[in-house]
């Protein structure tokens, strides 16, 4: 039988994924990208002795995809997973640092938290499930937990994740493990701890939720799985791309390219691109999809030779909304990742932006540089400010929110796929948006194309 021919549009790790599983399994692999290397927004830049990334900075080892992925690319490219540090969060309130506490005497103590809701927090085992599946993540937490555990646990957690806003979130669809604790055990307490006593098989072991990045950067992945998948498979700076039908397969077209013919589609790029790339689908069902918001995100890398700020054993700290701060917060890279910055040095990336604070994507570089100057050397105590190095990233569609419209949006994927057999609309728009979850979604896709159409 003749192997069908695949197109994958975007060479993002969800791309790679497929690409790579599907060549694995003899597929006739074709790659199409508008950027002129792989990897989406993950890229990792080398300034001096700074090893910067400009997308994301870390991976979470959270389930078995990832890692059996990073297992094979050994050979390639080395896991850094990171040191002791990475188990502290900080979160800021009213201009001082506090620790997340990670027990119950820590609960107690922390500041973090009022005392009406560390009381009420012995109920929360106790209380009932909600039913309605589109309750947004800011009215669970209310409701099982309080107001302040929302301001000064979750909400800056959502900041650092979705760079989002807890009340427009649909907890279903953004967070769906912890929607499941409830909705399966009934609490958030009750159910972690029923689910850390349920046997694990060896597969499930590989999640060990530790953060990881890549010795020598994330590129270093992402070069790695390009090249074992094969790199003439990929065509890259690929403009005016268009998918049309041409009886039962789909023709690509592209500037200055012969169009060709395939058996199966796979999309993995994001929701606002669908419908230029695919004018054939149905408007109705793609304003659906268009529905979901995208934050607006500002990445300043900042690297010191020699650090004169307080000291920063930790992952981060994260700034909640109610703190009224013009940045996020900051990952303290140098802290929990080898080589990031010159010995007694540090490398801290920084966050501005994100779905409550759109306007940050117009602010000019100089005056990104003035804010972050003046937030940094606040919030860090830093007594000169001297960085040996600055780099500003700017994602206009950094990361998908799932909202309200999150079940019709994949209803309308759904029927969308239904209707065009070879068609696959993947990437994240849904299934979840960490490097993990792309990851296991493009493994997902590449083992359903084998087993039911390859």
């Not at 909640?320 to 929990?336: A, H, K, M, Q």
Request: proline share 4%.
């Amino acid at each position: 039988m003749k192997t069908k021919k695949v197109a994958i549009i975007g060479a993002g790790i969800t791309g790679l994924s497929v690409a790579y599983y599907l060549r694995k399994r003899g597929a006739d692999v074709s790659v199409f990208d508008k950027n002129d290397r792989p990897g989406g927004v993950i890229q990792t830049t080398h300034e001096g002795d700074f090893i910067c990334e400009n997308g994301p900075s870390t991976g979470t080892l959270s389930n078995p995809e990832v890692a059996e992925l990073i297992e094979e690319m050994k050979d390639v490219c080395q896991i850094d997973i990171a040191n002791e540090a990475a188990k502290y969060r900080w979160i800021l309130k009213k201009g001082e640092w506090h620790a997340i506490p990670d027990g119950l005497l820590g609960g107690i103590k922390t500041p973090l938290f009022t005392w009406a809701d560390k009381i009420r927090l012995l109920g929360e085992p106790f209380r009932k499930p909600g039913k309605d599946p589109n309750e947004t993540l800011g009215n669970m937490v209310r409701r099982r937990m309080g107001e302040s555990f929302l301001n000064y646990a979750v909400d800056p957690f959502i900041l650092g994740i979705y760079s989002g806003d807890p009340d427009k979130l649909v907890t279903k669809y953004a967070m769906p493990k912890l929607y499941r604790l409830e909705q399966d055990y009934g609490s958030f307490i009750g159910g972690a701890a029923k689910k850390m006593k349920e046997p694990k098989t060896e597969r499930d072991k590989k999640a060990t939720k530790q953060i990881f990045s890549i010795k020598g950067g994330l590129s270093k992945l992402i070069n790695a799985i390009y090249i074992k998948t094969g790199t003439e498979c990929f065509n890259f700076n690929v403009t005016d791309l268009r998918i049309c039908l041409s009886g039962s397969q789909y023709k690509i077209c592209s500037e200055g390219k012969e169009p060709e013919l395939f058996d199966e589609v796979i999309s993995t790029v994001g929701g606002y691109a669908l419908r230029e790339i695919f004018p054939f689908l149905s408007s109705e069902k793609l304003s659906v999809i268009e529905k979901m918001q995208y934050s607006k995100v500002i990445l300043v890398s900042v690297g010191f030779k020699k650090w004169t700020g307080m000291k920063l054993k930790a992952f981060g700290g994260l700034i909640p909304f109610i703190e009224n701060r013009r940045v996020l917060g900051g990952l303290f890279l140098s802290s929990f990742l080898k080589d990031r910055a010159p010995k007694g040095g540090a490398l801290i990336a920084t966050y501005l932006g994100g779905i409550r604070h759109p306007e940050m994507a117009d602010i000019s570089d100089e005056d990104i540089k003035d804010i972050v100057e003046n937030e940094l050397t606040s919030l860090f105590n830093i007594k000169k400010w001297n960085p040996d190095m600055l780099e500003i990233s700017r994602h206009n569609y950094a990361i998908p929110q799932y909202g309200i419209e999150s079940e019709d949006k994949i209803e309308a994927i759904n029927m969308i796929e239904k209707q065009w057999p070879g068609l696959t609309l993947a990437g994240n728009i849904q299934d979840g948006i960490g490097m993990a979850d792309r990851i296991k979604q493009g493994r997902m896709v590449a083992d359903k194309l084998s087993i039911e159409k390859l």
